[in-house]
């Protein structure tokens, strides 16, 4: 659907549902919330989800023959193929997981894990002269575990860089990505310069070698990309991906990890106990088949519940109309911090290929004292290292303030965004 044709999306019914967005902030002011890309606020739905299935149908799942244990059990499993669906997926390549944090380990620990079978096992073998790549603007969730994988195996991390525009710098691709790559950890979309990366691109690559591709999808699956509307894992042709229910409308402590089908196979478990086995005996134990044989002991059977509102909710309103709409609010603050003197924007400065994070730092105010200054004004940003110190170092800063977008913020909203910086400089005197 081109953008003429796209039927703007009604803010001002959407944000009705959110309550948290009808009170106050400091001072009295509306609450102008601009930290999305940390946490967003949840609708009604997704609440009332929650309650009701706590309320109606709590009880522990695949145990049990009881009516609540199956009705509980029916109902989480749906919900996983919902929110697999949203995805692109099917419920048995979504394994469930805490967060994005914990979906990224597993597949990290899992490479470091002998204790692998299968035709695809040796995808999971790491050891001394192999090679993991990674890139300079990852979140440290994407970042650490890697490092931490090559001292336990020997392997040896590489990295993209990016430009100075916020651009990944793919120029060595074929060099940095070779027979001896493992595995191949990059983000979708920078939580930082908003850069979205050329997934297929990469993918193309890692293919060609045989190394494993892992995406964080964190910023883009809730916000979808713009063009092409929600994100696709099986179209986009990643082996995993991971994402996370607290950043697109659902509840904190619960994240899911994406893997094509025979990869998921093969993997073998990093938490053992109950649930996620098949039999056991004094001597030995069977696991079961995925995703179960992730998901050991009891699972987040409410929060799994409230992800898939979200996600219906999300797909009601429409991916392509809530990409584009961020697509919109983008430009209007990239103009405006473009045209205001005094301040840099760490990445792209226009929306080719970019997304609703808009970091920035201002001459001579620490990004603290800028936030202090829009917190007075009742706007909720973000400022410091945002997970990603190397990113920062890279650019030459050791923090910035972040804006981040989605679809219950609106134009005047911006406006206050933009406005609250220039008083943070007629306040400090550096304008």
């Keep these: 659907m081109s953008t003429e044709q796209m ?4 803010v001002a019914a959407l944000r009705a549902d959110f309550p948290v967005l009808g009170r106050t902030a400091r001072n009295g002011l509306p609450l102008v919330y601009l930290d999305s890309g940390a ?44 929110v697999a669906a949203f995805v692109g997926a099917s419920g048995h390549e979504v394994v469930f997981a805490k967060n994005a944090t914990e979906a990224i380990n597993l597949v990290a620990y899992a490479m470091s894990n002998a204790a692998t079978a299968g035709p695809y096992a040796d995808r ?33 991390l590489r990295w993209f860089g990016f430009t100075d525009e916020g651009r990944l710098d793919l120029s060595n691709l074929d060099q940095l990505v070779n027979e001896r790559t493992k595995a191949v950890a990059f983000t979708h979309r920078s939580n930082v310069l908003g850069t979205v990366n050329p997934v297929e691109e990469i993918v193309r690559r890692a293919r ?48 899911a990890l994406y893997g094509r089908s025979e990869l998921l196979e093969a993997m073998p478990p990093i938490m053992t106990g109950g649930s996620m086995v098949k039999t056991v005996a004094m001597e030995e134990t069977t696991f079961a088949a995925p995703p179960q ?8 059977v409410s929060q799994v519940i409230a992800l898939a509102a979200a996600c219906d909710y999300l797909s009601a309103v429409g991916m ?21 003197p005094g301040i840099r924007v760490l990445g792209p400065t226009d929306t080719v290929s970019r997304g609703g994070a808009v970091s920035f730092v201002v001459d001579g105010i620490h990004p603290h004292d800028v936030s ?3 917190d007075n004004m009742g706007v909720a940003v973000r400022v410091g290292h945002h ?18 977008f989605y679809l219950y913020n609106d134009d005047q909203e911006i406006d206050t965004l933009l406005s609250g910086v220039r008083e943070a400089q007629r306040f400090f005197g550096t304008r």
């Design 7 to 10: 039927t703007p999306l009604d």
């Design 39 to 82: 946490t967003s606020q949840k609708p009604r739905q997704v609440l009332d989800a929650e309650r009701t299935f706590l309320e109606t149908s709590n009880a522990a799942v695949h145990r049990g023959v009881h009516l609540l244990s199956e009705e509980a059990t029916e109902t989480y499993e749906t919900a996983r193929n919902r």
């Design 124 to 156: 999971f073998r790491v050891g001394p002269g192999d090679e993991i790549v990674v890139t300079e603007m990852e979140h440290h969730a994407n970042l650490v575990p890697w490092q931490e994988l090559c001292k336990r195996t020997g392997a040896v």
């Design 208 to 255: 060609e070698v045989g190394a494993i591709t892992v995406l964080d999808a964190c910023q883009s699956v809730p916000h979808g990309v713009v063009g092409y509307g929600a994100v696709d894992f099986p179209s986009l042709g990643v082996d995993f991906a991971a994402f996370t229910g607290h950043k697109m409308l659902g509840p904190t402590g619960v994240g």
């Design 293 to 300: 044989r992730f998901e050991a002991g009891v699972p987040m």
């Design 320 to 340: 392509e109309q809530i990409a584009e709409h961020e697509r919109h609010l983008t430009e209007l603050a990239l103009n405006g911090l473009v045209d205001m």
């Design 372 to 374: 202090q200054v829009l």
């Design 387 to 404: 997970c990603t110190m190397p990113l920062h170092r890279r650019l030459g800063v050791d923090a910035s303030v972040r804006a981040t």
